[in-house]
């Protein structure tokens, strides 16, 4: 028997996923949505367009892959489910009520999604949290039989819904997440003060990023992230909007996240935007380039770029997000590289240039928008110190070198 989910996309079942013999998975367009837009339409991902012809079993995989947590976390996961981790279709079946973007993913024959709200989470105390912040080892993501959900990464996180009243609640039984909160990584100390300084320095730099504060639970520091694919009314109504990285894309795996072992360049992510998205959309890419090596950011790799799907068709950039400073912990390797340069040592204003030009952007533009971030560093980095208490000095001082280098 072929077990067959249903996919939903603001208010449409756009799609169908079908688990065919010998774990063959397949993607395959519903009339609804073949009636209702254009072939070739970029509906789901510019990586499978509307088509009447069912997307192949890699494709599919790498996708629903995509919308899935990495590493020991998706092992957790399967586990806990009493799934093998390499499950992607019975993976998805379980957490696709709530994903990163408008999809929602449940078996074939349930109704049509409810109206997304937060009024109905399942309402938190301090001490709740801390406790889900405590067993997110064993229950990432704050799974519970109730809480079904889906959010890529390896990084520990707990998934919670900012209720009307700003309070916390429990997204249990499809109720849409609205915040990620990120413990610090206990093998990379003061990573929540890295990662919120990083944030506000771009922010700083009149570049769009997540929304971001700081918070602690049962003793434990933790990044609060505001998830730009989410907009919230007053009185707690949603719109879930749909966004995709850029591994989902070119249909890679994402384990093929890093430019070194297959995945996206920073030139292929240009040529998608220039095909596909607003007209500011390579100029926002250069701004992030331009924060990633300002403040040492080595990990910046093709899931960690994503779009946003307007419900009107129109695709953008989405704000940046995960930016901290690794050269602070690691080495400086680049996940993708600049002007063909691997380490973060070697990038100056100049290469970075030349990387653009390479996407398509005019010379004088991108020496232009260079020259005037780097101007802007320094009032910029003195608001992010002061609004970051406890910040390790050597971040700041990465920041200053890595500047003098950009100076062009």
């Known amino acids: 028997m072929v077990e067959e989910l249903a996919l939903w996309l603001y208010g449409d079942r756009v799609a169908t996923v079908a688990r065919e013999p010998g774990n063959r998975i397949r993607l395959r367009y519903t009339p609804e949505a073949l009636a209702k837009y254009e ?22 995989r790498s996708f629903l892959d995509g919308l899935l947590p990495e590493g020991e976390p998706r092992r957790a996961i399967a586990e806990q489910l009493d799934l093998n981790a390499n499950d992607t279709f019975g993976l998805i079946r379980s957490l696709g009520l709530d994903c990163a973007g408008a999809i929602v993913i449940q078996p074939s024959d349930r109704p049509a999604p409810r109206q997304p709200t937060t009024t109905t989470a399942l309402s938190l105390d301090d001490q709740e949290i801390a406790k889900r912040v405590a067993n997110l080892k064993s229950a990432p993501l704050g799974l519970t039989d109730r809480v079904r959900i889906s959010l890529a990464g390896v990084q520990e996180k707990l998934l919670l819904t900012r209720m009307p009243d700003g309070s916390w609640g429990e997204p249990v039984d499809g109720t849409p997440s609205t915040h990620l909160l990120k413990p610090e990584i206990r093998d990379f100390p003061e990573t929540v003060e890295n990662e919120a300084f990083c944030m506000r320095l771009a922010r700083n730099l009149g570049i769009q990023t997540a929304t971001i504060e700081t918070v602690e639970y049962g003793g434990r520091k933790l990044l609060v992230v505001e998830r730009f694919d989410r907009t919230v009314t007053a009185l707690g109504d949603v719109e879930r909007i749909h966004q995709e990285d850029f591994c989902q894309v070119l249909s890679l795996s994402p384990k093929t996240k890093y430019q070194s072992e297959g995945g996206p360049s920073l030139k292929q992510i240009a040529t998608v ?33 994503s779009v946003l799907h307007r419900r009107d068709g129109r695709i953008e950039l989405t704000p940046l997000y995960d930016t901290l400073s690794t050269a602070y912990s690691v080495d400086g390797d680049l996940s993708m590289f600049i002007n063909n340069v691997r380490k973060m040592a070697k990038v100056t204003g100049e290469r970075l240039v030349n990387e653009a030009v390479s996407w398509g ?14 101007g802007r560093v320094p009032e910029a980095l003195e608001a ?3 609004a970051t208490p406890g910040l390790p000095a050597a971040i700041a001082n990465i920041v200053a070198t890595q500047r003098r280098q950009l100076t062009i």
Do not use: C
């Open 384 to 386: 992010a110190l002061v």
């Open 39 to 60: 072939l070739g339409t970029p509906l789901l991902s510019i990586g499978l367009p509307l088509t009447e012809i069912p997307s192949p079993n890699a494709k599919t």
């Open 361 to 374: 952007m005019r010379e004088e533009s991108a020496r232009m928008t260079i020259s005037e971030l780097s």
């Open 273 to 305: 935007l220039r095909q596909f998205a607003s007209p500011d959309s390579l100029s926002r890419l250069l701004k992030a380039t331009f924060v990633n090596v300002l403040v040492g950011n080595g990990d910046a790799h093709g899931k960690n770029f």
